[in-house]
């Protein structure tokens, strides 16, 4: 939730796509409907979103 936050402040499209994808379960066509961009915009947006998110949970403390 906290490094899906960040991400959201820093690109909140990239942050709504994660959520519309991995929380909504929408599909990428419906992602792109929604947020009136294309589906490639969303592909590029959720790849870098998911490598973003990776980097950041694996620079985060675990506890």
Request: net charge neutral.
């Amino acid at each position: 939730d906290e490094a899906l936050s960040a991400l959201s402040e820093i690109d909140e499209r990239k942050g709504r796509v994660v959520e519309m994808r991995f929380f909504g379960g929408l599909n990428e066509k419906e992602i792109a409907e929604a947020l009136t961009v294309s589906q490639e915009t969303v592909r590029r947006d959720w790849r870098l979103a998911k490598s973003w998110l990776r980097r950041r949970l694996s620079e985060m403390p675990n506890s």
